[in-house]
C-alpha cells in the first residue's frame, strides 16, 4: 500500500534536475533577467504587428516581472517558461487586435447568460465544467483555442492543436504524472482566468510562480479591464464556433463578482463545496508541485498559509455579494454527491436552470465518465500538516461557511487526541478522485 504524500514523491526528471544545476553556468541567455520593454520588443518583431489595442498592461506586467525577479527564485527551465508564455501571451494579444480590425464582425457577438463553476479549488469544479463541456449545445474555452486563438476561424486549426499538444506534453515530461493531478489535453475545457492573462492582471501567474509582491498588487487592483479582456476574448471564440450557452469555471471569480456581474449581468453560476480542510490542502499540494517546475525553492508551509488566507477571503467575499443575487441565478452542488452520481448532479443543474437535458449530451458525458481511469486522481495523497495546516483551521477561518452548508472534514471532526499507528492510518491523508 503506497503510503507516502504525492509532493514528496513527485520529482523532476534527472535531465530537468541536471540542466536546472548545470544550465545557468553555461547559457548566460537563459537565465538574464528580460524588461518589459524587451519582451514586447521581442514579440512585436516575431508577430510583425505592433498595435496592442486599448488597454494599460505594461504596468502590471512590470509589476509581474519585478516580483518574479525579486521573489520566485526561478531555475533555468522557470526563467524558460516564464519568457515563452509571457512572450506567447503578448503575440496573442496582438493577433487578437490584428483579427478585430480584420474582423470587425466580432465585437458585435452577444455573450448572454453564461454559466459560471465556481467555488473552492480542487471541489469538483473541472469535472463538472468537463461534463458540461461536452453538450452539443454548450461552449467552453478549449485548451488549444485559448493557447492560439488566432485566427478566429478554422484556417491552421490543425497545426494549432498539434502544437499546443507538444506544449502540454513538455509540461507533462518536466512535471511527470501532473496529469494524475489535474486533467490536460488540447482538446479539454480550460480555465476561462485564462481569457484575462493578456491584461497581466491574472492570478495564474500565482499558481505557477512564488509572487507575493505581485499578490499584494494584484489584489488591491480594480480588475475591470481583465473582466473587459475576458469578455471580449470569448467573442473571438464565439466567432469560430457558435452554441446556445457558454459554460465558463474558474474559482478566482469569486473574489471579483461584483466586476463579473459588470461585465455579465445575467451570468448563472453553480458553486461547488467541499471541506474546506481538504480542498486547501488539495490545492495547496497542486501549487507546491507545479511550482518545483520553475523553482527550486518552494515551502510547502508557506504555500498552505497563503492558500488557507486568500480562499477563506475569496469566499467570504463571494458570498457576502451571493446574497445579493436572486437565488434563482445560483444552484449548489456538494462535492461527495457529484462524485457518487455525476449524471444525476449534471441533470439536476439542467433542470434549476430550465435547460433540455438531451440524450445526446448525456451519451457524451458517460462517454466522459467511461474513459476516464479509475486511479486518475487516486495518486494525490497528501496530509495537511505538510502544508501547515490543522483541523482546527477549518472552524477559525471557515466556520460561517461549514455550518451553512454542512460542510466539514473528517479530519476536524474528529476530536479525540491521535495514536500512534500500528498500521498506516488513512484517515490522515486527503484523498482526490476529481479536481
Not at 242 to 262: D, E, G, I, N
Not at 265 to 280: C, G, K, S, Y
Amino acid at each position: 500500500m503506497q503510503t507516502t504524500a504525492s509532493i514528496d514523491r513527485f520529482r523532476l526528471p534527472i535531465a530537468i534536475r541536471a540542466l536546472n544545476k548545470f544550465g545557468a553556468m553555461f547559457n548566460g541567455k537563459v537565465s538574464r533577467r528580460l524588461t518589459p520593454d524587451e519582451l514586447i520588443e521581442i514579440a512585436t518583431r516575431r508577430a510583425g504587428l505592433n498595435d496592442f489595442g486599448d488597454g494599460d498592461f505594461r504596468e502590471p506586467l512590470n509589476r509581474l516581472l519585478e516580483s518574479c525577479w525579486r521573489d520566485a527564485r526561478l531555475n533555468v527551465i522557470g526563467n524558460i517558461a516564464l519568457r515563452s508564455d509571457l512572450l506567447r501571451i503578448l503575440r496573442n494579444r496582438l493577433f487578437l487586435q490584428r483579427d478585430r480590425q480584420l474582423h470587425p464582425q466580432i465585437g458585435n457577438h452577444e455573450i448572454r447568460s453564461p454559466l459560471f463553476v465556481l467555488g473552492l479549488p480542487r471541489t469538483g469544479t473541472t469535472f463538472l465544467h468537463t461534463l458540461l463541456s461536452v453538450d452539443p449545445e454548450n461552449r467552453a474555452p478549449l485548451t488549444w483555442e485559448v493557447m492560439e486563438p488566432s485566427p478566429p476561424t478554422k484556417a491552421e486549426k490543425h497545426r494549432r492543436i498539434r502544437r499546443t499538444s507538444q506544449n502540454l506534453a513538455c509540461l507533462e515530461w518536466m512535471a511527470p504524472n501532473f496529469r494524475q493531478l489535474h486533467p490536460v489535453g488540447a482538446h479539454l475545457p480550460q480555465e476561462c482566468v485564462s481569457l484575462m492573462s493578456p491584461t497581466f492582471l491574472s492570478d495564474q501567474f500565482d499558481t505557477m510562480y512564488n509572487v507575493p509582491g505581485y499578490r499584494e498588487w494584484f489584489l488591491e487592483q480594480d480588475l475591470q479591464p481583465a473582466y473587459a479582456f475576458h469578455r471580449r476574448f470569448l467573442q473571438h471564440l464565439q466567432e469560430r464556433k457558435k452554441r446556445r450557452r457558454w459554460v465558463l469555471k474558474a474559482p478566482t471569480h469569486m473574489f471579483a463578482l461584483p466586476t463579473l456581474l459588470s461585465t455579465y449581468p445575467d451570468a448563472l453560476f453553480v458553486q461547488t463545496h467541499r471541506a474546506p480542510i481538504e480542498a486547501i490542502t488539495s490545492v495547496s499540494s497542486l501549487i507546491t508541485i507545479l511550482r518545483r517546475v520553475f523553482s527550486d525553492a518552494v515551502d510547502p508551509m508557506k504555500i498552505g498559509e497563503e492558500a488557507l488566507h486568500y480562499w477563506s477571503s475569496a469566499l467570504d467575499k463571494f458570498l457576502l455579494q451571493r446574497d445579493r443575487l436572486s437565488p434563482e441565478r445560483v444552484l449548489d452542488v456538494s462535492y461527495l454527491e457529484l462524485r457518487r452520481d455525476p449524471i444525476g448532479t449534471v441533470r439536476c443543474v439542467y433542470e434549476y436552470f430550465g435547460w433540455p437535458f438531451s440524450a445526446p449530451a448525456e451519451i457524451r458525458m458517460r462517454d466522459v465518465l467511461a474513459k476516464q481511469p479509475r486511479d486518475l486522481h487516486g495518486f494525490h495523497r497528501y496530509e495537511p500538516a505538510q502544508f501547515g495546516l490543522r483541523p482546527e483551521h477549518e472552524q477559525e477561518f471557515f466556520s460561517n461557511y461549514c455550518e451553512r452548508f454542512s460542510v466539514s472534514s473528517t479530519l476536524a471532526r474528529r476530536s479525540i487526541k491521535p495514536v500512534l499507528p500500528s498500521a498506516p492510518d488513512e484517515s490522515r491523508f486527503v484523498h482526490d478522485r476529481i479536481g
